[in-house]
T-cell receptor, first 111, second 115 residues
Framework: GQQVMQIPQYQHVQEGEDFTTYCNSS?????IQWYKQRPGGHPVFLIQ?????EVKKQKRLTFQFGEAKKNSSLHITATQTTDVGTYFC???????????FGKGTMLLVSP | DARVTQTPRHKVTEMGQEVTMRCQPI?????VFWYRQTMMQGLELLAY????????DSGMPKDRFSAEMPDATLATLKIQPSEPRDSAVYFC?????????????FGQGTRLTVV
């Protein structure tokens, strides 16, 4: 079945440093979604990428979808303590019937 | 403010007891997911429904877990009998897949502890 892998599992940075998490799928994806889960909270949708090579920005967050539509990345510039949480990528299966989530990257930011 | 509502938020129960978790999806969403989250396994898909019909429950231990959607406003996940290894956070999410996939909206989860 479809597998979605994320690296790293965990990263601890100092406030102001950059952060990147990578997502790889075992199959070609029609689109990829990114979610953020704050400690003790629930996953919240951030963005969806659809086109090959697509790049989208949300303030300090930059999302990229690979040319082959099998990988994606999330880059945060100049992290802040509010960025703390776990970032998940998710891809639908071929029939658009379900979402498979990666295991997430937990980000800890020290002031 | 449309949201997915889950009850209860927290549940502590003894091993062997029945546990029922409820979810009210966002009105109009025709797809409902149940996920289980643990530190070790991350977010695991247990079951999902489309237009109230179960499409895939291969992620659920069939002998003790059951998921139903008696009407469009209620989805339930039941564990009977519960075991300590079932301790986790259970999330319900709903979506309305259009052309391409739209976002899934998660409830706040039910934190289950089985002692």
């Amino acid at each position: 079945g479809q597998q979605v892998m994320q690296i790293p599992q965990y990263q601890h940075v100092q406030e102001g440093e950059d952060f990147t998490t990578y997502c790889n799928s075992s199959t070609t994806l029609s689109n990829i979604q990114w979610y953020k889960q704050r400690p003790g909270g629930h996953p919240v949708f951030l963005i969806q990428l659809v086109k090959s090579g697509e790049v989208k920005k949300q303030k300090r967050l930059t999302f990229q979808f690979g040319e082959a539509k099998k990988n994606s990345s999330l880059h945060i510039t100049a992290t802040q303590t509010t960025d703390v949480g776990t970032y998940f990528c998710a891809g639908p299966n071929s029939g658009y019937s379900t979402l498979t989530f990666g295991k997430g990257t937990m980000l800890l930011v020290s002031p | 403010d449309a949201r997915v509502t889950q009850t209860p938020r927290h549940k502590v129960t003894e091993m062997g007891q029945e546990v029922t978790m409820r979810c009210q999806p966002i009105l109009g969403h025709n797809t409902v997911f149940w996920y289980r989250q643990t530190m070790m396994q991350g977010l695991e898909l247990l079951a999902y429904f489309r237009n109230r019909a179960p499409l895939d429950d291969s992620g659920m231990p069939k002998d003790r877990f059951s998921a139903e959607m008696p009407d469009a406003t209620l989805a339930t996940l039941k564990i009977q009998p519960s075991e300590p290894r079932d301790s986790a956070v259970y999330f319900c999410a709903s979506a309305f897949p259009g052309q391409g996939y739209t976002e899934a909206f998660f409830g706040q989860g039910t934190r289950l502890t089985v002692v």
